[in-house]
């Protein structure tokens, strides 16, 4: 039992930075990002293309690709998002549910169907042995390390910075925030940009720890959803115990059945929509 | 204090010439059976149900204000309880499609319980969960053959010709009795309520308008009209799998015809799904670079041909074939 909640915790990292751009790109422009699972797959294949394509070493592959990620965001919110941004959700949903499907497809044509991974060096099958029978791996505790570094980051980035400041200006207020200088176009774009290092980030450690195909980004969108609801609105902290909760669930169900693995998951947000709709540990910022 | 009076006008300037050319085409479409091909039918069938289903996306996006990416979820049901009573309790299936549309549009109303705790783009995400939990509850169902699905046994000893005439018929049915649903329930009071509510949620709920009941009302109707499209396509096919049955794809191109015919107005759909029929028939082929094109021109169109290609074609021409709209005229 005790095996199957760390399990969970584990896999809680990898969610937890699945749903930290999501966190971000809605508490700073009310955006919902559909696409948020492509972008994912987008950014491993881009790890991975790196690496077969154009020979580079794994580490520069790596390096380059979370550069390329900023200024892909930062450009896609500016000259595309911010169009669509308003009251009525339907444009930013249709924009980036499109993308969604162009990404598929296009990493189909480009890809093929075949499920792919980033060569690690054996690192991923690396482990300590706890007890005879259970064996902790690096990769999975890697990957935690990165996810407790990136929420801590980015909470602290919320709080103690200007930029944080600024997100939150216009989060609270666009119109009131424009007034006092700030130019919200640049803010939301910067706010996509610093996503989409969070999303490629995700994208290379699901890619190390597992296979990516380009049909895998819904079910990664539909999972980082969930954190963020499960954990409640606000608070990045909120989103990795979401995260850790949906990963814990679903172990409960692997093991239960493995048929029913992610059907436990999706339940148990259910629940916590029905019985805690603001989420289990929400935080709006004031 | 000056009163102005004022008379409401409805209808365009072609509304009774539309009214006279559709009748008579749906008059010639009833006897395709008796001079068309079968494969006209088939074509006819699915058309019908892309169009229901893509009519039932807009009436919740276009006028109740609901975005949702998992109507898919009760185009399965329907499809899922039409094959459920047609092998295992001997019901016709012809009969069975009307009973499961009703089914779809009861499971609605619990489902909305959970759903409407969710607004906006979150509300689109959570209906897709909610698509996702069908999906995979009906897959570990090994009587309905579990993911690799099954095949609808009860049209066996039926005839294949008059199979096909008779679906190709039901689904012209469908097809008319879902426009006019859709335009009668739009025409009366509470089609004016939910426009209100699209305009302006709070400023209608403080004029009296039940909000919630309303977009309840819609949701209702809309999984209604999705089971009965899922219930007839699956008719058509004979056979089912969770997988096609709850395939996101069955929204995504709703959202296709919808925008790219004009959010908001019946003829969008209408638009959309004949441009999305002609794009299949002699694009298809071209596979993943088709479908990277329809994901392309939503997102142009969205951006930068908001109304869609009938919304410009009414505001250039003032085009109506489904008045809706009341104009007020200053009676002078």
């Given at each position: 039992m005790i095996e199957t909640i760390v399990q969970g915790l584990l896999l809680g990292g990898l969610y937890t930075l699945f749903a930290l751009g999501q966190s971000l790109m809605f508490g700073v422009m009310?955006?919902?990002?559909?696409?948020q699972g492509d972008f994912i797959v987008l950014g491993a294949f881009a790890a991975i293309a790196g690496i077969s394509?154009?020979?580079?070493p794994v580490g520069w592959a790596l390096a380059a690709v979370l550069p390329a990620a900023f200024g892909f965001g930062y450009l896609l919110q500016r000259y595309v998002l911010n169009g669509t941004?308003?009251?009525?959700?339907l444009p930013s949903l249709v924009v980036t549910f499109g993308l969604s499907i162009v990404i598929q497809n296009l990493l189909l044509e480009l890809f093929s169907a075949d499920p792919r991974s980033i060569e690690t060096g054996g690192l991923a099958s690396e482990g300590f042995a706890v007890t005879d029978s259970f064996s902790l791996g690096v990769l999975p505790l890697m990957i935690l390390t990165v996810a407790i570094a990136a929420t801590a980051s980015l909470q602290w980035l919320f709080t103690r910075t200007a930029i944080g400041r600024s997100f939150r200006a216009v989060s609270d207020d666009r119109e009131i925030a424009e007034l006092m200088g700030l130019q919200s176009a640049k803010v939301y774009a910067l706010a996509t940009a610093i996503a989409f290092v969070l999303i490629s980030i995700a994208g290379i450690l699901q890619g190390m720890r597992t296979t990516v195909s380009p049909a895998d980004g819904p079910l990664l969108l539909l999972f980082a959803f969930e954190a963020v609801i499960i954990g409640g609105m606000g608070s990045f902290w909120g989103t990795l115990s979401g995260a850790m909760i949906l990963g814990v669930a679903q172990q409960i169900g692997f093991r239960a059945d493995p048929g029913w693995g992610i059907w436990f998951g999706h339940l148990v947000f259910l629940v916590v929509l029905v019985v805690r709709p603001q989420g289990l540990f929400p935080k709006t910022r004031g | 204090m000056q009163n102005t009076q004022v008379i409401v006008e409805r209808g365009g300037r072609h509304g009774g010439a539309a009214l006279v050319a559709g009748g008579a085409l749906i008059a010639i479409a009833a006897s395709?059976?008796?001079?068309?091909e079968s494969s006209w039918m088939r074509e006819f069938v699915q058309i019908a149900c892309y169009f229901i289903f893509a009519m039932m996306w807009n009436l919740m996006?276009?006028?109740?204000?609901m975005v949702s990416i998992g109507q898919q979820a009760f185009f399965g049901i329907g499809g899922y309880v039409m094959l459920a009573l047609g092998n295992f309790?001997?019901?016709?299936p012809f009969v069975a499609i009307p009973i499961g549309a009703l089914v779809a549009g009861l499971v609605a109303l619990p489902v909305s319980y959970v759903a409407f705790r969710l607004q906006g783009g979150y509300f689109a995400i959570g209906t897709w969960v909610i698509s996702e939990v069908f999906r995979l509850s009906i897959s570990n169902?090994?009587?309905?053959?579990?993911?690799?699905g099954t095949t609808l046994?009860?049209?066996?000893?039926?005839?294949k010709a008059t199979r096909e005439s008779v679906t190709y018929w039901m689904a012209l049915v469908c097809v008319v009795a879902s426009v006019a649903l859709v335009y009668l329930f739009l025409r009366s009071k509470r089609g004016l309520a939910l426009l209100a509510i699209r305009d302006n949620e709070v400023a209608a709920e403080s004029q009296g308008i039940p909000v919630r009941r309303m977009k309840l009302a819609v949701y209702a109707v809309a999984a209604f009209g999705a089971g009965l499209a899922g219930a007839l396509y699956f008719v058509g096919n004979l056979r089912i799998s969770p997988d096609a049955a709850f395939s996101v794809n069955w929204t995504a191109f709703a959202i296709f015809m919808v925008v790219i015919g004009g959010?908001?107005?019946?003829?969008g759909p209408l638009v959309g799904a004949i441009l999305f029929w002609a794009l299949n028939k002699f694009?298809?082929?071209?596979?993943t670079w088709y479908l990277l094109g329809l994901g392309m021109l939503a997102i142009l169109v969205t951006i930068f041909?908001?109304?869609?290609l009938w919304g410009y074609a009414q505001s250039r021409?003032?085009?109506?074939?489904?008045?809706?709209q009341r104009r007020l005229i200053e009676n002078t």
């Open positions: 009310r955006l919902t990002n559909t696409a394509v154009l020979g580079l941004l308003g009251r009525d959700p | 395709l059976p008796f001079w068309g996006a276009g006028y109740g204000g309790a001997d019901i016709n169902i090994s009587a309905v053959g579990g993911g690799s046994t009860a049209l066996r000893g039926i005839e959010l908001g107005r019946i003829e694009l298809s082929d071209y596979g041909f908001k109304q869609g021409w003032g085009w109506t074939l489904f008045p809706t």
